[in-house]
């Protein structure tokens, strides 16, 4: 499996100012690889290089591999829009930011990051050093941080590119690290786990994470955010892109920790884990104005990727089931109504007379979906 490992860089000032004109003047060679690109439609590799190849050395003072990977970024770039247009996340073809996608060429910030492969950049972990090519030359000795281990998955497993990123003043190298898969365990039953917005997640044990602490908080932030957006202040805008960091820093925590919690859980119990499958819930339901920001921003996605890449490293087994109807169907008869569930909180068949807390009964669903789904997936084939 792929996992990415960020350390932070700590370089002298003439180490930090080198690797800053070496980041602009990578993506303005890149940009200008860019707009080769778009004029004379060369997309793929090899012709885009002989293109522009003798024109980004001497004009960025780029070296042979770093011009290389400049080209690269540019023809990944390409790629990435392509399939993104191919999956309408710009819209219909009318629409105006597919015509604005299509009609520009692509621009790269003077401090996105950059790739760097092993002849530009070297690891030295007993030292805790990196050695990278820079415009200035190569700057040896510029010392990283990070826990042990993460050292240790970097020194057994890092693999491939590893790129620069600039982020609010400070330095960190983000490498690709490609680990062996576990075996996966023969679950011995199932954790049916419920996504919401007043409950972040609810299990099928009838453990509760609530999200009120983390919706008072973004609400605070988002009148924190207000009273800056009316100032129209360059700081105003410094520090509304600081404040949007750090509630993202923040959310991601919080799903971090009970992604780890439920995981944890589930490989001493030697349980699986099960959620549900919410792709485009944003499109399925219909929400109030004022609910509609919360749905948006609520971070979903990211607590299933959490809970998918966790239990893939830990050898434990993960499943996606139907979501369809799993707040509104009794466990125990199979009698699904909207009525069923009278307010947000609670569940109550019309049938049989089930009553309990409504998260857990759409936990215990998942749960039973899991275990119908497993015995499909591990059923053998049969025989012709």
């Keep these: 499996m792929k996992l990415v490992v960020q350390v932070k860089l700590l370089p002298t000032p003439e180490q930090a100012s080198a690797l800053e004109a070496t980041l602009r003047a990578c993506n303005r ?92 950049l070297s690891w030295q972990y007993d030292a805790r050093t990196v050695s990278i090519w820079t415009v200035a030359g190569r700057m040896r000795c510029i010392r990283f941080v990070c826990s042990p281990d993460q050292l240790k998955t970097l020194t057994a497993h890092r693999k491939g590119e590893s790129d620069l990123v600039r982020r609010d003043g400070k330095w960190f190298l983000i490498a690709t690290c490609d680990l062996p898969d576990p075996e996966v365990y023969e679950p011995a039953d199932w954790i049916g786990v419920d996504r919401g917005i007043v409950n972040l997640a609810t299990t099928s044990d009838g453990t509760n994470y609530q999200g009120r602490r ?19 202040t360059r700081s105003a805008r410094r520090r509304l892109a600081r404040r949007r960091r750090r509630e993202q820093r923040h959310a991601t925590q919080v799903n971090h920790r009970i992604s780890k919690e ?104 998942v749960r039973d979906r899991a275990r119908s789904a497993w015995v499909l997936v591990t059923a053998p084939a049969p025989s012709p």
């Design 262 to 365: 439920i995981v944890s859980v589930a490989q001493r119990t030697g349980r699986g884990i099960a959620v549900e499958a919410l792709g485009g819930i944003r499109e399925r339901v219909r929400l109030r104005r004022d609910q509609r920001g919360t749905l948006s921003s609520w971070p979903f996605h990211q607590l299933g990727q959490h809970l998918a890449y966790k239990a893939r490293r830990a050898g434990v087994p993960f499943l996606e089931v139907d979501a369809a109807y799993t707040s509104q169907r009794c466990p125990r008869c199979g009698h699904t109504e909207r009525a069923n569930r009278s307010d947000r909180d609670h569940f109550c068949c019309r049938r049989c007379g089930l009553a309990g807390p409504a998260d857990v009964v759409a936990g215990v669903n």
């Design 214 to 232: 983390l919706g008072r908080y973004r609400r605070w932030q988002a009148r924190k955010r207000a009273e800056l957006q009316q100032k129209r």
């Design 29 to 120: 060679a890149a940009s200008y690889a860019s707009q080769v690109a778009f004029a004379k439609d060369l997309k793929d590799r090899n012709s885009l290089q002989k293109e522009v190849y003798a024109d980004l050395k001497a004009r960025f003072g780029l070296s042979a591999q770093p011009t290389v990977r400049a080209v690269k970024k540019v023809v990944d770039a390409y790629a990435t829009l392509k399939a993104g247009l191919r999956a309408g996340n710009l819209g219909p073809p009318t629409s105006r930011r597919f015509r604005a996608a299509v009609g520009t060429p692509i621009r790269f910030r003077l401090e996105a990051a950059q790739p760097f492969d092993d002849r530009c």
